[in-house]
């Protein structure tokens, strides 16, 4: 397994002004970390903060769509996580950004060239001025 890196904050806001609060899912990251399903990790879908995002170019000759890795934190702890193609036009016009929020409301865990990752494939933003965005 990938290892995990240690975070700072459970509890975070989605802008200084704004001071909407989010609760993340605090042990999220370690458990998806080791399961096999998404169903491993039973309750309601994991509340998870976005540190990062970064376009991952497709294969030549446009055989392969351009994903985005992103990096995914869950206030104690943060791993890699690639974001379903659907999403693309959303990480475009900026729905989907850095130090936003999402719920995972679909997901699967990964194995990709020895790292551990998350596959998201549904979800739910969580913006500082209160939109939502589902994916």
């Known amino acids: 397994m990938a290892p995990l890196r240690a975070c700072n904050s459970a509890r975070i806001y989605s802008s200084p002004t704004a001071m ?7 042990g999220f990251c370690a458990k998806a970390n ?3 399903s998404s169903e491993d ?5 994991p509340v998870i903060q976005i540190l990062s ?6 294969g030549a000759g446009n055989i392969a769509a351009d ?6 934190s869950d206030g104690v702890q943060f791993m890699q996580a690639m974001l379903s193609t659907a999403a ?3 990480v475009e016009d900026g729905t989907f950004r850095r130090l936003g929020v999402m719920t995972l409301t679909k997901w699967e865990p990964q194995n990709l060239k020895g790292a551990r990752w998350v596959e998201t494939l549904y ?7 209160g939109f939502i965005a589902e994916f």
Request: charged letters at 20%; hydrophobic letters at 40%.
């Open 41 to 45: 990790i039973p309750g309601p879908p």
């Open 88 to 90: 693309n036009e959303r």
């Open 123 to 129: 979800f739910t933003i969580g913006l500082s001025h």
């Open 34 to 36: 080791v399961a096999t």
């Open 20 to 26: 909407s609060e989010f609760v993340l899912s605090e």
């Open 53 to 58: 995002v970064k376009k991952i170019v497709g």
């Open 67 to 72: 994903r985005h890795r992103v990096i995914i």
